[in-house]
């Protein structure tokens, strides 16, 4: 075996980030790899398109991609209560160990 294919067949994320189970239709080795940052293609989480059913149809009706952005990120505002972080659980007074 020649040095270009060695080079060529080993793997491109380290072990711990090589899972068998993950919760998309794509292994994590395509995810990190520079083939699909070039040419991404569609990506299902699990549960996803079931869960919001609504919020895609809602997505589907709208005509431009600036639009279905826009109300993509209010959506999110709103599910994850941006708006009132403090309603969502969270203070000024709390610390967060970011070591991890």
Excluded: W
């Excluded at 068998?20 to 398109?49: E, K, T, W």
């Excluded at 993509?72 to 709103?78: G, L, P």
Aim: proline residues 5%; charged residues 30%.
């Amino acid at each position: 075996m020649d040095n270009d294919k060695q080079k060529t067949d080993k793997a491109t994320l380290p072990v711990e980030a090589r899972r068998a189970i993950n919760r998309c239709n794509l292994p994590a080795v395509i995810l990190g790899g520079l083939h699909f940052q070039r040419a991404p293609s569609p990506l299902y989480i699990d549960g996803v398109a079931e869960l919001h059913r609504t919020l895609f149809a809602e997505l589907d009706k709208l005509p431009t991609t600036e639009a279905r952005a826009r109300h993509f990120i209010d959506a999110m505002t709103v599910r994850f209560r941006l708006h009132a972080l403090d309603e969502a659980g969270f203070s000024s007074e709390q610390r967060f160990d970011r070591s991890r």
